[in-house]
Each structure stands twice: as structure tokens, then as C-alpha cells.
């Protein structure tokens, strides 16, 4: 009998590059031979037969990617916790499984959602850069000097509250601040999970945003954290911004689509907001070192680090290995999206 084919688009951490070493008896596996972006004319030429594939978030999953592989292809498993870069509907209608690692990214990317919080409220961006360009002897200090909102007494904004959302409430409570908004896609209505109990044992008054509007006027901090869809794509641009508070920031830790950038630019040029952290971008990777969103001292902009730590990645690639054989032979996936 012919062995089930796998595709593999990048090199994977030790163990769970191990867990596919020791299926090759079983399966034949084809992997991309490098740590960079795998080339889209080498993934359409080895699909062809695929049972299942493991792809990165940068892996366009369309039409033209399951006709090159056909239609025994039982699951793909993505190798991110979003799904945007997949097209589900044609997923669906062909019966093929998705895999993602939605859970092991909580806490990665909830402290690092603090950090830009901080970064963001205490021109963390802008000191740095007033260091390195050796402006700080320039700077005589006096009782303004890079001043910005405090952490403390804040209400917190989410714009999405899912389980990383909720995580990062559970990071901010401890800095004392005195009020959390939610908005999801029931407005008004109580979040479905409650994932650390934080609803149901609030310390804080804990309240579901009635809109955008809401959550715009009333936060110090925004925090995007949304999928992205058509309704949520750029969802928080111009006047969102002018609803915004004097001394208030924004942080995306989602999509980069979900904040118009422009807008964004012009927010911070006109002070319609204080800063902004942002781990995405629209058009990221794209980025380069004459964008106008550089050119903003008061936006903190890291390269879609969410997810980077070494526990966290090694996590992502064995569940993602794990969701692939579970694929193959109809077992529950560590993690499996409802298509």
C-alpha cells in the first residue's frame, strides 16, 4: 500500500521534527529544506497527492493550492492561531480538515501585550531612539520631561475578548487599573467564555461595550484583538481615532488590517491619540524604513513577535505535527477550527 504523502513547508523545532522522523516508515514526508518562507512554485509542485499539509501563516491555502493537491487531501494544519491565509469555505465544501494553535499562544502573546501597553504609554520607542542618537545630554531634565499616562486607574478596552483578550486582563489587574470594556460580536451581552473566571469573580467592574463608539470614548487603552474578517477591516480608523481620548492608546495584537494604518498616522500626527504598540501591520512584512508609521516617535512597531518565545514555538510546531496525523487517520486534533 502506497504511504499517505505529507507536506511540510518550513523546518520544524527537534521535537517535533522527531515526531515526523519516526512516521517516515509510515508516511512519505516531503519538507521544505530551509527555516524561510517556502516557495509557492515548490508547494504547488510537491501537493500533488498530498494527504495532508502543514503550513505557516505566510502559506496562502486557496483554490489554486487543493486543485494542485487533489482531492484526496484529508487536512491542513496551520502552523498559527489565525486562519485568515486559509480559504474555509473551500475547505469546507471539500471535506478537508483545519488544524491551528490557537491555546498555546495565550500567555506569549498576553505579556507581550502588556509590554507594548507600556512601551506605548511610556514612550518607550521614543527615549530609546533619544538615547541611541545621543540626544539624552541634550535633554536637560525637567518635571515634563517624556511624561506620559499611567497604567494605573486606566480603563482597559478590549476590541475582541477572547482567551488571549482575557489573559491579558488577568496580567493587568495586578498594575491596579479600575475599569475593563469588551466588545465582541454580540454587543451588550455577556461574553460566551470566561476563560480564568475573571467575569465571574471581577474585582473590577467588567462590562460588555454596547459598540464601538462606547469603547472608543470611554478606554485609555485600546487593545485589538479581533479576528480579522470584512466587518472588522479597519473597523478602527478615522472615527474611531476621534472618539478616542487626548491621552489614550491603541495596541493591535491581532490582524494588521483591523486598524487603518493612514488613519493611524494621521491620529498620532494630529495628537487625536497619545501612541500605539503594534506587533502587525497592514502589508507586513512589508515594512520598509521610509514608511510613514516609522516616522511616529510615539509608535512602538515589533515585527509580529506575539508568539516568539522558544516554549511557545516549539509548542506550535509539535501540536501542528500532531494535528496533521490526527488529520490522516480521523483522530481529535490537539486543535481544530469549525469550518
Avoid at 477572547?162 to 498594575?175: S, Y
Avoid at 463608539?213 to 478615522?238: M, R
Wanted: with cysteine.
Amino acid at each position: 500500500m502506497a504511504r499517505s504523502k505529507v507536506i511540510v513547508t518550513r523546518q520544524l523545532f527537534d521535537e517535533a521534527q522527531r515526531l515526523l522522523d519516526a512516521k517516515k516508515d509510515e508516511l512519505e514526508v516531503v519538507q521544505w529544506p530551509s527555516e524561510k518562507p517556502c516557495d509557492r512554485s515548490w508547494l504547488l509542485e510537491h501537493a500533488k497527492g498530498a494527504t495532508g499539509i502543514l503550513v505557516m501563516l505566510s502559506d496562502k491555502v486557496d483554490e489554486e493550492l487543493l486543485d494542485a493537491a487533489g482531492s484526496q487531501l484529508k487536512v491542513i494544519a496551520s502552523f498559527s492561531v489565525g486562519t485568515d491565509h486559509v480559504d474555509r469555505g473551500a475547505l469546507k465544501s471539500r471535506n478537508i480538515r483545519l488544524g491551528y494553535t490557537p491555546t498555546c499562544l495565550t500567555d506569549a502573546v498576553a505579556d507581550l501585550t502588556i509590554m507594548l501597553i507600556l512601551m506605548a504609554q511610556r514612550r518607550g520607542g521614543e527615549s530609546i531612539s533619544m538615547v541611541r542618537n545621543g540626544e539624552w545630554p541634550q535633554k536637560p531634565w525637567h518635571p515634563l520631561l517624556m511624561t506620559g499616562p499611567q497604567i494605573r486607574g486606566s480603563t482597559v478596552g478590549f476590541l475582541g475578548f477572547g482567551r488571549i483578550a482575557q489573559a491579558t486582563l488577568k496580567r493587568l489587574l495586578p498594575f491596579g487599573i479600575k475599569k475593563a470594556l469588551y466588545l465582541t460580536s454580540t454587543p451588550g451581552k455577556p461574553v460566551k467564555e470566561d476563560h480564568f473566571g475573571l467575569v465571574q469573580e471581577a474585582a473590577i467592574p467588567i462590562e460588555s461595550a454596547t459598540g464601538a463608539d462606547q469603547l472608543a470614548k470611554e478606554s485609555d487603552v485600546v487593545i485589538v484583538g479581533c479576528a480579522l474578517t470584512p466587518s472588522t477591516k479597519h473597523l478602527v480608523s478615522t472615527d474611531f481615532f476621534n472618539k478616542m481620548k487626548k491621552l489614550a492608546v491603541v495596541v493591535n495584537i491581532a490582524r494588521g488590517p483591523v486598524i487603518d494604518t493612514d488613519a493611524l498616522v494621521r491620529a498620532l500626527d494630529e495628537e487625536q491619540i497619545f501612541g500605539a504598540g503594534l506587533d502587525v501591520i497592514e502589508n507586513e512584512p512589508n515594512i520598509q524604513a521610509d514608511h510613514p508609521i516609522l516616522k511616529q516617535p510615539r509608535c512602538v512597531l515589533v515585527p509580529h513577535i506575539g508568539s516568539a518565545t522558544i516554549e511557545t514555538r516549539e509548542q506550535m510546531a509539535t501540536e501542528s505535527v500532531k494535528n496533521v496525523f490526527a488529520g490522516l487517520t480521523g483522530a481529535a486534533m490537539v486543535n481544530e477550527a469549525e469550518l
